[in-house]
Each structure stands twice: as structure tokens, then as C-alpha cells.
């Protein structure tokens, strides 16, 4: 690309180059500039004197191109409305919003130790996490199970319980495996005694100790024991014969002598639950239990993290034991933890063929949509945070497609449908059908507040929203021109919607779509970002900036929301807020994901080493380093250059050198500002240390948008000299 180039900024200075109309972008590190034998030294040495000497602009030329952007700024509707959102931004918004550790998007190849540490971080410590007393919380969920009554006569007349014990439980097992059978003969009495007709059918205990029982990626794992299910909401991999996906429920027996183990008993049944979550969709929250020869607790796990009862004497509360099992066990999917709105359509043996989900319109309508099977469901992996659920869903009367989304709002957060309100019918931004509240609350499965002994939590509400169906995520792309063009139109998008006063926060490419016809789509249409669920507005109070915690894709994060996991010691007020330019460098971690880890065509690269460099990017405890490093370390460049697969056009791998510097810039200049929080003002706000960055906002996305542009328009000249090259062939290879 031939242009003018950025010049090399002091961190004290803008970290953009002048922006003049009409006048082409420059080349900021060419292929003929990254020569490998090059000392890092000498590069930069060269690349600074290539900056200065093309760097000559006389003032009073710079002084009138400002003058004339500054004037047709005025005449930007957008761009006016950007500039008032923007200083409302850095008038008012310093801190973030706390991170939390998540085990989404975790290496799920990596060891269960791996895992249970990431889940440990994910639920929190154990000193915060609640602890409710047993018949408070559970007695009033399950007694309509079965009636005082009738519970006394099964432990009168069933022979399962004498003298105050359940007999068919050894008193001194040696071993965990010694439990086992005994405590599914007990369960599957109780559920015999009190199920309806055909209940063995329904619900039945198994041991599966030595079941693999697989997860959605590579691992299996055994839960010593698990209640096989069918139903509307199960469903079994073909050749399985029970799987996470067809369970109620599960359970794990100790020895007496290791009941104590709560943190190690936590991560074991919370790595258990977790796949549950991920293989039933539709779960709302999973129990289970752990048992003993004497005692039992209970387990509870929803999208505000984990519950647990003590240790409780089942043989001393064979009343209250009955009503647990059959609340685990129960064959209202509701009790145990599904939504009922979604059912799958099943054939022989639990194989799944379709689903059906109902919703309602905006007038309150009930609708119901068919379960479009040639598309995935996208579902997050992780067990605390938003739990979001996409489902690909077709109109079974018009065959219109939509998606419908299911998340759980932090208590005290905007609702996303009424940010979609906001941006309804602009391009670029997903179009919201319909939405659906008053579902669930995650308050509304642990009982009374008064019930617990130690602990808290913070509710999420369930949030069910429709929007129009667009094409597959970025990462599916087909074409060079697929993906930048999808790229470009979603940074257009995201500051159409930072002019009406949002800030997005979770650019990923699983929130940036490519349009329906891809690179044909409509202009404004070729990218669409959806998933407004961590978006904030410009203004917002003081005591709502920090409500929970929030989560992202750390991979895609930038470096400056990145350090929270690198220095878990800073305090929130040292947090910055996350701003527009912390958004603008998830699109460049993006474009490094799909530039190097996949071939122009989007089929996967052959592995080289500078992938690790990437994967490394995702791993929380590490990830500001790694991406301070990619940035800071311009012998980085010349790795990249070989690791490029060698069909990406030229000017694709110019595109990330130009955002790699644009970044670059962007992290030096807020290195020295991260610590600089200015005084609060009478009302309590801060205004944002990093303001003067952040003042030149439509310059930046100017500047950006055309750095696509240009890309573009090269790939299409390149396109067309192709073509027209192939044409010509046939007539010079005829016959004179």
C-alpha cells in the first residue's frame, strides 16, 4: 500500500499520525523493510530514520487539513454525536468493573488438576462462598414431592429403614467402592416406592465409577454415581449408554474419615456439574451429593457460582434424606434444574433429531420455533458468569431464521434488549425481534437468605432475547475479503453504537458475524456484532460501575484490561475503565487469531511454532506479558512474517504490521498513565486518566477504517488483474 507514514510517537504524544483527507495511508513496515538479519537494534534504528524522513509535513499545510476535518466533523451526525458520548466517557468513567477468572474458552485438553484450579478461581474462595442450612433451604423446595404421610409409611413398612438407620448401608466400609452399590439399591427403592408408574424407565441409579462418561472436548470423567434420565430435555450420544447428557443428577461416596475435604469435594463435583451445564443447555443450575457412610452434603451449582449445605446425618433425618433423593431424582424437569421452554425431539435410544423452543413476542404472545439442526448451539463453558446460550431457530411456518439468546444478567446491570431498543434497524448492529424476561433468578433456587450460615452471592436474572439470524461467526470465513470486510463494517458498527453513548466491552469473534451474503453483503452489513451484554452507557452511577464481577474472552482482551490478571493486587479504583481503544485492539488480537492461525481460504494453518505465541495470548496468568511482548518486541514481526501462511495476500500481513504499531502506541502511551488517577470530583466521579488518548476519537476510527480500505482495494485490484490475466491466457497460447 503505498501512503504517508506514522511517524514513531513519544508516549507523551498522540499515538495517531496526522489524518489528511484525500491523501492515502502509508506503509507503516513493509516486507521490504523487516530484513531477518537485522538486529533489533539496527531495525529500529532504520525504521526511525524511514519515519523522519517521510515525516516532513509543513505546519501550515497540518493546520488547514485540521481545520477542514474539524469542519466536517461538524457535518457528521455520527461523528458529532461520537465526541459528545466520548467526553461524557472521560468526564465521568476511571474505574472498571472488576474481572473475574472463568473456565470458558479454557484448554479443555489440559489435565483435571489444570481445570480444577481454573475452576477454583472461577467460584471463588470458600470463606465467600454461601453455606445454608439444609431443611431451610431444601424442605420447602421438595416437601410437595411426597407427603408426611406417606413418607413414614415407606420407613415403617419397607424394610429399607430400621432402627434408626438405613440398614442397607454398611456401618465400617474400608472402601469408597464399598458405598456404591448400597446407596443406588436405597435410591432406586425410594424412587420406586414413591415415582409414578414406570419411573425405573425415568430415573435410575447407576454405578459409574468405571464409566467414562465423556466431556463435550477430549477428557472423560467417572462421578461414582449418576441418575440415568429421560425426557424432553435429555438426550444420548449415539453408542452411549448414559453420558452427561442424560443425567439428573450424580453423586460421589467418601469414607467418613475424609468428609471434611469441602474445597477438594467442591472442585470434584463442580468439574462434574460444569459438563452437565455444558451437555444439557438448558440447565438452569445442577445438585448433587456428596455421601458418606453416615452423612451426606449437598451441592448446588448456578450462574452465580456454588452453594452448599453441611454435613447433615441421614440416618438421624431419613424424612428429609427421602426428599432430597426425590428431589434430585424428580421427574418434574423443573425441580431439577431445566428449562422447560426448550425440549428436544428424540428418535430410538435418546439420539437427537430436533428441538422446540418457545418464547413470546413483544405483545406477550407465545410462540414456539424449531430447532434449526444444520446450525450449532454456542453455549459458554464456564459455570459462574452469564451462561449465554445461543439457539439457532427457525419460524416452522415461513422458514425465517432467527437466534434466540439466553444469558443471565448480573443483578443491577442494563438489561441488553434495552440497549438493542436503542440501536434497533442500524447497520451493523444485530436486530432485536423480540425479548423475555421475568424467567428465572438464580435467588430464586437457594432458599431463604436467612437460611445461610456464612457467604454470599450476587442473583443473575435469566434474559431471553430473539434477534435476526446473520451468517456464522468471523472465524468461519471463506475468503480474505469475508473476514476483513466483516472486521471493517463491525469497527464501522462499533463506533455508530459508542456515538449513541454504549461501549460494547466484549469484542470477540464469536460477537462479530459475517453478513448473509458475506463479502456481497450490503456495505455497513458484511460484519454485524452482536452481544450487548456486557456493554455499558457512557453515564452511569458511581455505585453502578462495579456490580459483581464480569468475564471476557482474555485472548481478545486488550492489554491494559489484560493486567488485572497479571497484578491481582491492584485495588478496583486502580482498574481502569475499559474505553473505545481497549475495543479497537480486540480487533487487532482478532485479526492476529485469524491472520496466522488459519489459511486465506479459513481452513486451519499447518502448525508452526509462533502459534503457541498466540495460544498463549488465552491464558489468563500470563496473557499481559504475552501480548505485551508480541507488542513491544519488534523481532516479533520477522517471526511472524515466515509464520504467515504463504497464500495471504501481501497486503494482509501490511494490515497487521500498521494495527500492530497503532497498538503499539496505544499501550506505551497508557504504560505511563495507568497510575495516574486524577482527584474525584464533588459528585464522586474521576474523570478517566487516559482522556487526552481518548480525545481524538473519530480521527482514530478514521484512521483504522481506511487502513481496511486500503487493504481491500488492493485485494480487489489484485482480484481483478488475476482474472483478467486468465482471460488473456487462452489467446496467447492459440495458434498464430
Known amino acids: 500500500m503505498a501512503t504517508t507514514p506514522l511517524s514513531e510517537v513519544d508516549v507523551n504524544g498522540s499515538p495517531l499520525p496526522p489524518v489528511v483527507e484525500d491523501v492515502e495511508y502509508s506503509d507503516l513496515l513493509t516486507h521490504d523493510r523487516l530484513d531477518a538479519n537485522a538486529s533489533d537494534d539496527e531495525y529500529n534504528q532504520t525504521w526511525a530514520e524511514d519515519s523522519n524522513d517521510n515525516y516532513d509535513v509543513e505546519s501550515t499545510d497540518e493546520e488547514?487539513?485540521?481545520?477542514?476535518?474539524?469542519?466536517?466533523?461538524?457535518?457528521?451526525?455520527?461523528?458529532?454525536?461520537?465526541?459528545t458520548a466520548n467526553k461524557s466517557f472521560s468526564a465521568t468513567q476511571d474505574s472498571g468493573t472488576p474481572l473475574k477468572s472463568t473456565t470458558h474458552r479454557m484448554k479443555e485438553f489440559e489435565g483435571s488438576e489444570t481445570i480444577k484450579k481454573h475452576l477454583l478461581e472461577e467460584l471463588g474462595p470458600m470463606k465467600s462462598i454461601p453455606r445454608a442450612d439444609i431443611v431451610q433451604w431444601i424442605s420447602p423446595a421438595y416437601e410437595h414431592l411426597a407427603t408426611e404421610g406417606r413418607i413414614n409409611e415407606f420407613l415403617s413398612e419397607s424394610g429399607e429403614y430400621h432402627k434408626g438407620r438405613w440398614h442397607v448401608i454398611p456401618r465400617a466400609p474400608k472402601l469408597e467402592k464399598q458405598l456404591y452399590d448400597p446407596v443406588c439399591e436405597l435410591w432406586n427403592a425410594i424412587l420406586n416406592y414413591f415415582g409414578p408408574p414406570g419411573i425405573a424407565d425415568m430415573r435410575k441409579a447407576f454405578v459409574t465409577d468405571r464409566v467414562p462418561l465423556k466431556h463435550h472436548a477430549i477428557h472423560t470423567s467417572s462421578p461414582d454415581i449418576c441418575v440415568e434420565a429421560s425426557g424432553p430435555s435429555f438426550t444420548l450420544v449415539p453408542g452411549e449408554i448414559i453420558g452427561f447428557s442424560n443425567i439428573a443428577t450424580f453423586a460421589d461416596g467418601k469414607l467418613e474419615r475424609d468428609a471434611l475435604n469441602l474445597q477438594a469435594h467442591m472442585l470434584q463435583m463442580g468439574g462434574y456439574a460444569r459438563q452437565v451445564f455444558i451437555q444439557q443447555p438448558n440447565r438452569m443450575f445442577v445438585r448433587c451429593l456428596i455421601i458418606t457412610q453416615r452423612r451426606a452434603r449437598l451441592f448446588h451449582f448456578d450462574r452465580s457460582g456454588v452453594q452448599y449445605s453441611p454435613l447433615f446425618d441421614y440416618h438421624a433425618r431419613p424424612q428429609l434424606?427421602?426428599?432430597?433423593?426425590?428431589?434430585?431424582?424428580?421427574?418434574?424437569?423443573?425441580?431439577?434444574?431445566?428449562?422447560?421452554?426448550?425440549?428436544?425431539?428424540?428418535?430410538?435410544?435418546?439420539?437427537?433429531?430436533?428441538?422446540?423452543?418457545?418464547?413470546?413476542?413483544?405483545?406477550?404472545?407465545?410462540?414456539?420455533?424449531?430447532?434449526d439442526m444444520e446450525e450449532e448451539i454456542f453455549s459458554r463453558t464456564?459455570?459462574?458468569?452469564?451462561?449465554?446460550?445461543?439457539?439457532?431457530?427457525?419460524?416452522?411456518?415461513?422458514?425465517?431464521?432467527?437466534?434466540?439468546?439466553?444469558?443471565?444478567?448480573?443483578?443491577?446491570?442494563?438489561?441488553?434488549?434495552?440497549?438493542?431498543?436503542?440501536?434497533r434497524y442500524t447497520p451493523g448492529l444485530c436486530h432485536m425481534i423480540?425479548?423475555?424476561?421475568?424467567?428465572?433468578e438464580t435467588k430464586d433456587f437457594r432458599g431463604d437468605p436467612c437460611a445461610f450460615t456464612r457467604g454470599k452471592f450476587h442473583s443473575r436474572k435469566s434474559i431471553r432475547i430473539t434477534i435476526k439470524f446473520y451468517g456464522t461467526s468471523i472465524d468461519n470465513f471463506k475468503s480474505p475479503e469475508d473476514m476483513l470486510s466483516a472486521l471493517r463494517d463491525a469497527i464501522q458498527a462499533h463506533q455508530v453504537l459508542y456515538s449513541m453513548g454504549i461501549l460494547h466491552r466484549d469484542i470477540t469473534f464469536n460477537n462479530i458475524l459475517i453478513g448473509n451474503k458475506g463479502f456481497e453483503s450490503e456495505d455497513g452489513?458484511?460484519?454485524?456484532?452482536?452481544?450487548?451484554?456486557?456493554?455499558?452507557?457512557?453515564?452511569?452511577?458511581?455505585?453502578?460501575?462495579?456490580k459483581d464481577f464480569r468475564t471476557g474472552t482474555i485472548m481478545f482482551q486488550?492489554?491494559?484490561?489484560?493486567?488485572?490478571?497479571?497484578?491481582?493486587?491492584?485495588?478496583?479504583?486502580?482498574?481502569?475503565?475499559?474505553?473505545?481503544?481497549?475495543d479497537l485492539e480486540s480487533f487487532f488480537w482478532i485479526l492476529v487469531f485469524l491472520l496466522f492461525i488459519y489459511k486465506p481460504n479459513g481452513e486451519k494453518a499447518p502448525f508452526h511454532s509462533f502459534h503457541d505465541r498466540i495460544w498463549e495470548l488465552q491464558e489468563q496468568a500470563t496473557s499481559y506479558r504475552q501480548k505485551s511482548s508480541f507488542i513491544n518486541n519488534k523481532s516479533i514481526l520477522h517471526t511472524?512474517?515466515?509464520?504467515?501462511?504463504?497464500?495471504?495476500?501481501?497486503?494482509?500481513?501490511?494490515?497487521?504490521?500498521?494495527?500492530?504499531?497503532?497498538?503499539?502506541?496505544?499501550?506505551?502511551?497508557?504504560?505511563?498513565?495507568?497510575?495516574?488517577?486524577?482527584?474525584?470530583?464533588?459528585?464522586?466521579?474521576?474523570?478517566?486518566?487516559?482522556?487526552?488518548?481518548?480525545?481524538?476519537?473519530?480521527?482514530?476510527?478514521?484512521?483504522?477504517?481506511?487502513?481496511?480500505?486500503?487493504?481491500?482495494?488492493?485485494?480487489?485490484?489484485?482480484?481483478?488483474?488475476?482474472?483478467?490475466?486468465?482471460?488473456?491466457?487462452?489467446?496467447?497460447?492459440?495458434p498464430g
Open 434 to 440: 423480540s425479548h423475555e424476561e421475568g424467567r428465572a
Open 640 to 734: 511472524a512474517r515466515k509464520a504467515i501462511h504463504p497464500d495471504w495476500h501481501a497486503a494482509c500481513f501490511d494490515l497487521f504490521l500498521q494495527l500492530h504499531e497503532f497498538v503499539h502506541n496505544i499501550h506505551q502511551a497508557k504504560e505511563v498513565r495507568f497510575f495516574d488517577r486524577m482527584a474525584p470530583l464533588p459528585d464522586g466521579t474521576v474523570p478517566n486518566r487516559f482522556s487526552d488518548l481518548l480525545e481524538d476519537v473519530n480521527r482514530t476510527y478514521k484512521y483504522i477504517i481506511a487502513l481496511f480500505d486500503e487493504t481491500l482495494k488492493e485485494l480487489k485490484e489484485s482480484t481483478a488483474k488475476e482474472e483478467t490475466a486468465y482471460k488473456i491466457a487462452p489467446e496467447e497460447l492459440s
Open 64 to 83: 488547514d487539513d485540521r481545520a477542514n476535518i474539524a469542519s466536517a466533523l461538524l457535518e457528521d451526525p455520527v461523528e458529532n454525536a461520537c465526541i
Open 525 to 546: 452489513e458484511r460484519g454485524v456484532i452482536i452481544d450487548l451484554d456486557m456493554a455499558i452507557e457512557n453515564i452511569r452511577p458511581i455505585l453502578d460501575i462495579c
Open 321 to 371: 434424606f427421602i426428599q432430597l433423593v426425590l428431589g434430585l431424582c424428580s421427574t418434574d424437569e423443573s425441580v431439577i434444574g431445566l428449562d422447560k421452554s426448550f425440549q428436544w425431539i428424540t428418535g430410538p435410544q435418546g439420539v437427537k433429531l430436533g428441538g422446540i423452543l418457545e418464547t413470546v413476542h413483544n405483545d406477550k404472545t407465545v410462540i414456539k420455533y424449531d430447532l
Open 558 to 582: 486488550s492489554i491494559t484490561v489484560s493486567k488485572f490478571f497479571d497484578s491481582k493486587d491492584l485495588g478496583e479504583e486502580i482498574l481502569p475503565a475499559q474505553d473505545y481503544l481497549d
Open 382 to 423: 464456564s459455570i459462574r458468569g452469564r451462561g449465554t446460550v445461543c439457539w439457532p431457530v427457525k419460524d416452522f411456518k415461513t422458514g425465517e431464521r432467527f437466534l434466540v439468546k439466553d444469558y443471565w444478567m448480573s443483578e443491577g446491570r442494563t438489561p441488553e434488549y434495552e440497549l438493542l431498543e436503542k440501536v
